[in-house]
């Protein structure tokens, strides 16, 4: 079954200073790793997606993550952060495929990025 | 880009009725759409998997008779809440795949906040 970890429910940063999210995947395939950000009462927006192309993934607002299969890892990170970034930020994994797609996501529990002026 | 809306966005019902959620997706057709439920301040779990014309499929501890989804056509799907007990308030988001991605990415409704007195 697949599984996903993220260290630090809550990550404090310093405006202007490097974020760096972690996460961590149980997967039994070659997975689809995501990371999404959820602003207060909003639904949830992809950031960036691994889908086994570039192993070094770039998504919006500056963010990028890492794939590393031998540490079995996909962090998140932004060199510079900035006040609009703090939001709760979720990975997540999905390693069945189906119709064309992958299915279900199977979701971490989520860390909550606050940034210090 | 691909838009999914839900509705309502809020609700407030008295324990024994039954409410529907509705995840529409606006600009794109989708055989498949998911539902999570996310509880305060935590992670989004998988409820279903919700296949136009056909049966949802559940994930495990979900009660199928408790929650119905009904997906009748590529751009709707329902989740209906029967007899709402207060342990069901919850966030309700949908997502919708569109297949005609790469990839699977799943496109997110804003979410339901469903509360039950």
């Known amino acids: 079954a697949q599984s996903v970890t993220q260290l630090g429910s809550h990550v404090s940063v310093s405006e202007g200073a490097l974020v760096l999210l972690r996460c961590n995947y149980s997967s039994s395939v070659p997975p689809y790793l995501f990371w999404y950000v959820q602003y207060p009462n909003q639904g949830l927006q992809l950031l960036l997606k691994?889908?086994?192309?570039?192993?070094l993934v770039k998504g919006i607002n500056g963010f990028e993550a890492e794939f590393k299969k031998s540490e079995t890892s996909f962090h998140l990170t932004k060199p510079s952060a900035h006040m609009s970034d703090a939001a709760e930020y979720f990975c997540a994994v999905s390693e069945s495929y189906s119709g064309g797609g992958a299915d279900g996501l199977t979701f971490g529990k989520g860390t909550h990025l606050i940034i210090q002026p | 880009g691909a838009v999914v809306s839900q509705h309502p966005s809020r609700v407030i019902c008295k324990s024994g009725t039954s409410v529907k959620i509705e995840c529409r997706s606006l600009?794109?057709?989708?055989?498949?759409m998911f539902w999570y439920r996310q509880f305060p301040k935590q992670s989004l779990m998988l409820m279903a998997t919700s296949n136009e014309g056909s049966k949802a499929t559940y994930e495990q501890g979900v009660e199928k008779d408790k929650f119905l989804i009904n997906h009748a056509s590529l751009t709707l799907s329902t989740l209906t809440v029967t007899s709402a007990h207060p342990e069901d308030s919850s966030f309700y988001i949908c997502?919708?795949?569109?297949?005609?991605?790469?990839?699977?990415?799943?496109?997110f409704g804003p979410g339901t906040r469903l509360t039950v007195l």
């Open positions: 600009d794109f057709q989708a055989t498949t």
């Open positions: 997502s919708a795949r569109d297949e005609g991605y790469s990839y699977n990415e799943q496109f």
């Open positions: 691994y889908t086994s192309a570039a192993t």
